[in-house]
């Protein structure tokens, strides 16, 4: 299997290296030279038999099958859930989705897991490490050290604002018991933390020394692992589905749309968005605006831009990466860009997208509860209350995708409901676990020298 850029001009490279590479060099993003045929064995009926059949495709040439089974196998085996992402019915014709049965509880598990497993067997084949620095605001960052904690490959280090994330996500990060985790609370913001990161970044001789990498949220293997759920939910119903999804910055819903390519039978994809709808706003008009970025009830989905509709955009013009690389440079030059109708045409021939405010959101929270006796999170409510808003096809049923633990945003749900989400029970102690979290100043050298001292790069 080779992969292309979105924009053209990058060299095409197999699987491992576009593992390792994250963008490309044109700026452009990876994506499959053309999709493989959806081909599970006729015994394949457990999650991870059917994750290997789904994915093998992509990795073929790159990691051996047994290697990749096992890499498999053991992302999916601290999930607490024996179906990894079961399937939990709301109405007669709607089902949720449940993607937050991993150690963070929240669905960026699904892929993380396997990511930090693959890169891990990558770096050890090649005899190289990397340090792995990110800022996060709470949920990211936990997602990613979980998934990295003992890898012999690789160090990471985390910077949080001191004093503005959630208990529940400072401590999700703070407790885990690995040597090469290291927590770092900023004396400062959440942009202070990326600016920090940036500037690691940008200081190129201190980048190659301590050969910083990131598990970037554009990286394929991330778009890969996440097809999975959509072949797994198809097969459990049968016949064709629409999918519902809360979206940010369209990797989630791209991998169902990957799936789709693959020969899954899907109907549509519904969009939910937040106050922050540039991708329903695109989807009514045709036209793609950056506007200022709002704090919601669902921060996961708090963005600007979506990066990975370029990779939709490039499918529908035929892998024209040259008017991919001009519609976004006039996007990244302009802060708008129209697109040609035919183009909005075809996308609006598989998605439709709904806004949902923080009201509705909460209101949405309420009355799945209400109906189902099922407790909700906000980002999962955005896609219910979308998926709503879409209606029904006469004997399609529709999945709605429930991407977080609804424990993981208790102030949100406590605030509709009036009561308080409980934690799972491998998390129940997570008040009383010690945390290891090291303290800074808002000061480039000072990371930089932290940095330098710990890994083994
Ligand atoms: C990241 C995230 C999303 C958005 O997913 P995208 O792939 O960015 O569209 C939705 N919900 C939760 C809980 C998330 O963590």
């Known amino acids: 299997m080779r992969y292309v850029s979105t924009r053209g001009t990058a060299p095409p490279l197999g699987f491992s290296d576009v593992l390792l590479t994250g963008l490309a060099a044109d700026g452009g993003l990876y994506v499959p030279e053309s999709w493989p045929r959806l081909a599970v064995r006729e015994g394949a009926t457990s999650y991870v038999d059917v994750a290997v059949d789904v994915m093998f495709p992509f990795v073929e040439g790159s990691i051996e099958r047994d290697d990749f089974a096992s890499m498999v196998d053991d992302a999916y085996a601290g999930f607490d859930h024996p179906d990894v992402a079961p399937l939990v019915q709301l109405d007669d014709d709607t089902w949720l989705l449940e993607l937050f049965h991993g150690p963070t509880l929240a669905f960026k598990d699904v892929a993380l897991q ?49 004093g503005r994330v959630s208990d529940v996500q400072r401590k999700l990060m703070t407790t885990v018991d690995a040597p090469n985790i290291r927590n770092v609370a900023i004396d400062g913001t959440f942009d202070d933390c990326q600016d920090l990161v940036k500037a690691m970044f940008a200081d190129v001789p201190f980048r190659e020394r301590q050969r910083l990498s990131a598990v970037n949220s554009i990286n394929f293997a991330r778009v890969m692992a996440q097809t999975v759920y959509y072949v797994t939910s198809q097969r459990r119903l049968g016949g064709p589905v629409s999918f519902a999804v809360p979206t940010g910055n369209f990797g989630n819903v791209f991998s169902g749309y990957g799936a789709m390519r693959m020969g899954v039978p899907i109907r549509r994809f519904v969009i939910g968005s937040n106050r922050n709808d540039i991708l329903t706003r695109f989807l009514a008009t045709g036209t793609m605006s950056i506007s200022e970025v709002h704090a919601t009830l669902s921060p996961a989905m708090d963005i600007q831009v979506s990066s990975n509709l370029e990779r939709l955009l490039f499918e529908l013009v035929g892998h024209d990466g040259a008017q991919i690389a001009e519609l976004m440079a006039r996007f990244r030059g302009e802060g708008t860009v129209t697109f040609p109708s035919e183009l909005l045409d075809a996308v609006s021939e598989s998605f439709s997208g709904f806004r949902v405010d923080d009201d509705e959101t909460t209101a949405e929270i309420r009355r799945t509860y209400d109906e ?56 129940a102690d997570l008040d009383v676990r010690p945390e290891r979290v090291d303290e800074l100043p808002n000061d480039l050298a000072a990371v930089e020298a932290y940095v330098a001292e710990l890994t083994r790069a």
């Open 114 to 162: 396997l990511v930090g497993r693959l890169f891990d067997h990558e770096l050890a084949r090649r005899g190289e490490r990397v340090t792995i620095v990110g800022a996060t605001s709470g949920d990211t960052g936990s997602a990613a050290i979980e998934a990295l904690r003992d890898r012999e490959a690789i160090d990471v280090v985390i910077l949080h604002p001191k």
């Open 372 to 427: 189902t006796g099922l407790v909700i999170d906000p980002h999962t409510a955005v896609g219910v209350a979308a998926s709503r808003a879409a209606g029904r096809e006469q004997g399609i049923p529709m999945v709605v995708l429930g991407t977080a633990h609804p424990a993981k945003f208790p102030d949100a749900v406590e605030a509709a409901m009036g009561v308080r989400p409980e934690l799972p029970p491998h998390l």
